[in-house]
């Protein structure tokens, strides 16, 4: 069972910017897909962005043009970098692998908090 663990949440100003890492324990090279989710207090996990194994990005179109994930394999790690923050950003943002067999593994989340 991999293990995800994500760092860089922070309490920012609107417009400014951070860098989520999310450092998995073994190799994704085999894993479908790699991709982060936010949620906040009595809101739907949604998805923010999302990178397969063969390059395929999708975003979610209030993040677009704002956001970019990357993925390494051999450095078994994903980034999200995150510009141009809104308070509406504000959630727990969480780490996700999902297999080509469709099972997926999370990590704990990282709090991002945008606000004046």
């Known amino acids: 069972q991999v293990q995800l663990v994500e760092s860089g949440g922070d309490v920012v100003l609107p417009g400014g910017s951070l860098n989520l890492s999310c450092a998995a324990s073994q190799s994704i090279a085999s894993i479908y897909n790699m991709g982060w989710y936010r949620q906040t207090p009595g809101e739907r996990r949604e998805l923010v962005a999302t990178?397969?194994?063969?390059?395929?990005?999708t975003y979610a179109d209030s993040v677009q043009g704002r956001f970019t994930i990357s993925r390494d394999n051999p450095k078994r790690t994903v980034w999200l970098q995150m510009n141009s923050l809104k308070p509406e950003d504000t959630a727990v943002y969480s780490c996700?692998?999902?297999?080509?067999?469709?099972?997926?593994?999370w990590g704990q989340g990282t709090l991002v908090a945008v606000s004046s």
């Open positions: 990178e397969t194994t063969g390059g395929t990005i």
């Open positions: 996700s692998a999902d297999a080509y067999s469709g099972k997926a593994n």
